[in-house]
């Protein structure tokens, strides 16, 4: 299945970092996301669109101040699933 709109650019939802306060429904950058990374290759999760991106995304989820240890993080989330029930 493929989400790919033809003809969009995503640019508003690219550039939501530029914004004082990250969007409270971060469905839009989600989709944005999925299309970009369906519809190029691999390289693309290393532009700057992908982490502007991440970065709102992330800023939706921790706050728009937020700090991560990626290590921090890892070993978090690891603890956090380690005994998930799904």
Known sequence: MTTSLKNVTFK??????????????PV????AFVD???????RWFQSDEAKA????L?????G???RLNGKLEQQRLEKAFKDYSW
Do not use: G, M
């Open 36 to 42: 970009k990374a369906a519809t190029n290759d691999e």
């Open 58 to 62: 992330n800023a939706t989820i921790h």
């Open 53 to 56: 991106l991440v970065h709102t």
């Open 12 to 25: 508003d939802e690219i550039l939501l970092f530029l914004r004082d306060k990250p969007p409270s429904k």
């Open 64 to 66: 728009p101040n937020y």
């Open 28 to 31: 839009a950058i989600l989709h």
